[in-house]
């Protein structure tokens, strides 16, 4: 019949460093705490400070760290290799573990995981290029101050937040969109996202200026296509950029505005824009950016898997709800 082994633990270390400096012997240790004598030998022996002596504190990290092997992406470079190549493609890591988690039906990792290796690179080995695999790229944890906007415009038609109907809160209806834009270094650039609140489906367009005609163009130009149900309402923070806005009631579009110096009040675009600053920070020159390219960035958010969205994709939630939408549209009525 077989033995069974357990560590020792930190009481039992606990209780050793008082028998032990009370004088006890070896065997008269191991008997009160039912362990061998050398079990109790070679923890004295292995796990005391060369200058303090034994303590229970000490020697339980010291058993720790030598039964410590590494994290399992360290064990396993196939593990590695897949998360550390999904990393490059602009997932977060909490998006790696989400959506391994759904491709291999069990927990494989967590994205904490994941982030506690990518810093660990950096402060073993003080190779800084490895933050660039983070959605940030922060050499340091933790979130960094910001200075507060500028005060709201008069906006013609002007309806506040308070007015939009209740029920696009839940986020459960498609159809409601969020809007702000990307400003870049180079004055007169801009990009103009728009965000679905249900799907977190993002449009975007690139404006030839920040001026409030072409913007309201732009917006029209994305929304138009869509079938009625998926244009409903519109989010804008009090821009002046946005002050055509009334242009888009004609699609059936209602239009409503956030408190001044209340960003979080459209919280999906302000995400959608920090992700897409990850490849388009302030600094880009779009005129170096090819519509091809510009193309690939918006198709590679939207088919990047979301935990808000049970780790689908926003262009697979889009599609299906289209598909559903289509059904219906199409289906044979019954006869009276």
């Not at 994290?71 to 997932?91: E, F, I, M, N, Y």
């Not at 904490?112 to 695999?133: C, L, N, P």
């Not at 519109?234 to 408190?259: K, M, P, S």
């Not at 390219?293 to 898997?305: D, G, K, M, S």
Request: glycine share 6%; with cysteine.
């Amino acid at each position: 019949m077989g033995h069974s082994y357990t560590h020792l633990t930190l009481e039992d270390r606990c209780q050793m460093a008082y028998l032990h400096t009370t004088g006890h012997s070896l065997r008269q240790i191991a008997a009160t705490l039912d362990r061998a004598p050398s079990t109790v030998a070679r923890e004295l022996n292995r796990n005391a400070s060369r200058t303090q002596g034994y303590h229970p504190g000490y020697a339980d990290q010291q058993a720790r760290a030598r039964r410590w092997q590494g994290s399992k992406l360290d064990r396993d470079p196939t593990l590695r290799a897949l998360v550390l190549a999904r990393l490059q493609h602009g997932w977060s890591p909490q998006q790696v573990a989400g959506r391994l988690a759904v491709e291999q039906h069990r927990k494989v990792l967590s994205h904490e995981t994941i982030y506690r290796f990518i810093y660990a690179q950096i402060a073993r080995k003080k190779e800084y290029a490895w933050r660039h695999y983070l959605p940030r790229a922060k050499t340091k944890r933790g979130r960094r101050g910001y200075k507060g906007r500028s005060p709201a415009s008069f906006i013609t038609l002007r309806r506040p937040l308070a007015e939009r109907p209740a029920t696009v809160a839940d986020r459960r209806t498609p159809g409601h969109w969020e809007a702000d834009l990307m400003l870049f270094r180079i004055y007169g650039q801009a990009i103009l996202p728009l965000h679905e609140r249900h799907s977190r489906l993002l449009l975007a367009a690139r404006p030839p200026g920040k001026a409030a005609a072409p913007i309201a163009h732009a917006m029209t130009a994305l929304l138009a296509p869509l079938p009625p149900t998926w244009r409903q309402t519109v989010t804008f923070d009090n821009g002046t950029e946005f002050a055509r806005h009334h242009a888009l009631h004609a699609l059936g579009l209602e239009t409503f505005f956030c408190e001044t110096h209340s960003p979080w009040q459209k919280g999906g675009i302000e995400n959608a824009i920090g992700r897409l600053r990850r490849t388009l920070p302030r600094k880009t020159d779009l005129a170096t950016l090819s519509n091809e390219h510009f193309t690939r960035l918006v198709q590679a958010y939207n088919n990047t898997p979301r935990k808000c969205l049970g780790y689908q994709t926003p262009a697979e939630v889009f599609r299906n709800h289209l598909l559903h939408f289509k059904c219906e549209s199409t289906f044979p009525r019954a006869r009276e």
